[in-house]
T-cell receptor, first 115, second 116 residues
Framework: KAGVTQTPRYLIKTRGQQVTLSCSPI?????VSWYQQTPGQGLQFLFE???????NKGNFPGRFSGRQFSNSRSEMNVSTLELGDSALYLC??????????????FGEGSRLTVL | AQSVTQLDSHVSVSEGTPVLLRCNYS??????LFWYVQHPNKGLQLLLK??????LVKGINGFEAEFKKSETSFHLTKPSAHMSDAAEYFC??????????????FGDGTTLTVKP
């Protein structure tokens, strides 16, 4: 069974640009969540999608957005990039029980560098 | 509301000696608790989980953790450290509430160094 796949693995952008990151969950998983990881702030929850609906979101500005498609694949978008957006963005999928307290399966992340 | 505190940001042990990584949690409801490990430039991998069954939980690679409700703790232990255990470890809490659906709370992480 294939794991969680994130693309691209590495990317470099400049301030003001926008970026789209993609996440393909494990087959059969309906929940996808996104996290930002930085040395200063640690792991911070961005948002979670279940059956194409955003169920929960963290405390990030509106520049950070996401969506989920009918095949459970998810994308997140960051517009008007700032230097502080440089981070490892991790995607995690789970089987998607309604209350989702189950195990999270993580991808290897997309490392974004903003210059 | 839920929160988790990892009491040590860095732990250093010698190879072959025991490992103890400490985690305290706070939750108004019965939590599910997890430990994840992250090696450099990799995603997180589940070590073990507690979901209201046995309080002593055994995981992969010889790790185990004990859920102590009275102390609100979920410390991670291993009898004998191996060089390959050097990584960052995260304690995670999650609660089954509609308002909390899909949201897990992560600790700040503990970096484990293993000396030869």
């Amino acid at each position: 069974k294939a794991g969680v796949t994130q693309t691209p693995r590495y990317l470099i952008k400049t301030r003001g640009q926008q970026v789209t990151l993609s996440c393909s969950p494990i087959s059969g998983h309906r929940s996808v969540s996104w996290y930002q990881q930085t040395p200063g702030q640690g792991l911070q929850f961005l948002f979670e999608y279940f059956s194409e609906t955003q169920r929960n979101k963290g405390n990030f500005p509106g520049r950070f957005s996401g969506r989920q498609f009918s095949n459970s694949r998810s994308e997140m978008n960051v517009s008007t990039l700032e230097l502080g957006d440089s981070a490892l963005y991790l995607c995690a999928s789970s089987q998607g029980q309604i209350l989702n307290t189950g195990e999270l399966f993580f991808g290897e992340g997309s490392r974004l560098t903003v210059l | 509301a839920q929160s988790v505190t990892q009491l040590d940001s860095h732990v250093s042990v010698s190879e072959g000696t025991p490992v103890l990584l400490r985690c305290n949690y706070s939750s108004s409801y019965s939590p599910s608790l997890f430990w994840y490990v992250q090696h450099p430039n990799k995603g997180l991998q589940l070590l073990l989980k507690y979901t209201s069954a046995a309080t002593l939980v055994k995981g992969i690679n010889g790790f185990e953790a004990e859920f102590k409700k009275s102390e609100t703790s979920f410390h991670l232990t291993k009898p004998s450290a191996h060089m390959s255990d050097a990584a960052e470890y995260f304690c995670v809490v999650s609660v089954a509430l509609w308002t909390n659906a899909g949201k897990s709370t992560f600790g700040d992480g503990t970096t484990l160094t293993v000396k030869p």
